[in-house]
């Protein structure tokens, strides 16, 4: 069974910087199809923030655009979300979102989407 297991996550002064990853393991994987990374905060909804397509084309939310950067190591199975100039309002559990393909059998993948167990940033003085 393929889990995602995230990691990066603490306390950081505003305009401190941090990185997020997020590696996948377990069960058979061939690659990661797109990753996206949403944000949650308290008494909030859940935010897309970052998207990464399996073209490698990346999208952001405005308000971190400039900021944060989406990437994937495909070697390592493993995504990251590079975050600077990081804000108060940035304060926030991160997840990371993957659409995975794994081999079903030995010719035949197919896809399915998982969800990191979540990290805590938090940006204060």
């Known amino acids: 069974q393929v889990q995602l297991v995230e990691s990066g996550g603490g306390l950081v002064q505003p305009g401190g910087s941090l990185r997020l990853s997020c590696a996948a393991s377990g069960g058979d994987i ?9 944000r949650e905060a308290p008494g909030k909804q ?3 923030v970052a998207q990464s397509n399996s073209s490698g084309r990346t999208r952001y ?3 971190v655009k ?3 950067t989406i990437s994937r190591d495909n070697d390592k199975n493993t995504g990251y979300l590079q975050m600077n100039s990081l804000k108060p309002e940035d ?15 030995p010719t035949r993948t197919k896809s399915e989407d998982y969800w990191g167990q979540g990290t805590q940033v938090t ?3």
């Open 66 to 68: 400039g900021r944060f």
């Open 91 to 105: 304060t926030a559990v991160y997840y990371c979102h993957a659409l995975i393909l794994t081999w079903e059998t």
């Open 123 to 125: 940006v204060s003085s």
């Open 46 to 48: 859940r935010e897309l």
């Open 61 to 63: 939310v405005d308000s």
């Open 30 to 38: 061939d690659s990661i199809y797109a990753m996206d990374w949403y």
